[in-house]
């Protein structure tokens, strides 16, 4: 059994640990990482989920956490999603899912218009997001467009929304 909390400041090795074993050290060359590089998460949208004592795994160990960032859209408030990872032991179970969907309905509730992330469209689509318009988004480095990735937490609001992505402060 697994739980999914709000992350406390002494979670914060363990999120790395967890990031570097998911990602590894490649993901400061990425474009999301950019966005992020020196911001600190949003307030209140950064979750992780914690598991039982299973196997090898001591009760309250961290095995899942997923963060928010302040974005600006052409001059619009925004969010990046992201980091998003699963202990590789316990993938599969629905924590990538219900990390994501505590943290989409918290921002929801704060008011929050729109989300975007880098991703797996597959994968990321089973919460909502869909495909942006190629061209219409420009973000401080290359991206696949098939990866880039968007939901509207009011309705339209991405649909209102295009121009260069940089990082945003908070509201
Ligand atoms: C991606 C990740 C966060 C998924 O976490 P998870 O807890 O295993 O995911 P869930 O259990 O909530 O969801 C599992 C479902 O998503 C599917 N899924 C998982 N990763 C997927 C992917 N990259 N593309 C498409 N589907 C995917 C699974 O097949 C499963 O589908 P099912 O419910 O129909 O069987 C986890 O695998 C991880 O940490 N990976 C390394 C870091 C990473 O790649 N982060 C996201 C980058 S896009």
Known sequence: MWQIRPERPEDADKIEKLVIASFGAGRFAKTAYRLREDAVPVEGLSFVATSDAEGALESGALVGSVRF??????????????????????????IGIALMQKGIDE??????????????????????????????????GPVDPARLL???????????????VKRGLPR
């Open 69 to 94: 960032w302040h974005l600006d859209i052409g001059g619009t408030p925004s969010l990046l999603l992201g980091p998003l990872a699963v202990d590789p032991a316990l993938r599969g179970k629905g």
């Open 107 to 140: 921002a929801k509730a704060r008011g929050h218009e729109s989300v975007i992330l880098v991703g797996d469209e597959p994968y990321y689509a089973k919460v909502g997001f869909a495909r942006l318009p190629p061209g219409r988004f420009k973000l401080p």
């Open 150 to 164: 968007g939901l509207s937490l009011k309705a339209g609001a991405l649909l209102l929304q295009s121009g260069e």
